[in-house]
């Protein structure tokens, strides 16, 4: 069974950091790039950042020089370090196994993290 679970948000300044961690299970995550997406109240959710299996990474515009995706193979799981956080970073976060921006396995979301940024 193809799991995600999502930790490490929290409450935190405009201008602080979160680091955000994935670990995951039932898939092959070493063949597999790894996706972070976040919703925002009242927005779609949306591709976020990508990792491939061999580390390439690929960032959405409004998040470039600030997040930084990681993953540790041995422990099947993708890290999300996000500094200089804004007020529109507000969202829940989730993570996936993906194809370029979008997920594959679309019907088996975890329960995300919140993370809330005040100004």
């Known amino acids: 069974q193809v799991q995600f679970v999502e930790s490490g948000g929290g409450l935190v300044q405009a201008g602080g950091s979160v680091r955000l961690s994935c670990t995951t299970s039932g898939f092959a995550f070493g063949l597999n790039a790894i996706g972070w997406y976040r919703q925002a109240p009242g927005k779609q959710r949306e591709f976020v950042a990508v990792?491939?299996?061999?580390?390439?990474?690929g960032y959405i515009d409004s998040v470039k020089g600030r997040f930084t995706i990681s993953r540790d193979n041995t422990k099947n799981t993708v890290y999300l370090q996000m500094n200089s956080l804004e007020p529109e970073d507000t969202a829940v976060y989730y993570c996936?196994?993906?194809?370029?921006?979008?997920?594959?396995?679309?019907?088996?979301w975890g329960q995300g993290t919140q993370v809330t940024v005040s100004s």
């Open positions: 996936n196994a993906a194809i370029g921006d979008s997920p594959i396995y679309a019907r088996n």
């Open positions: 990792i491939s299996r061999s580390a390439n990474t």
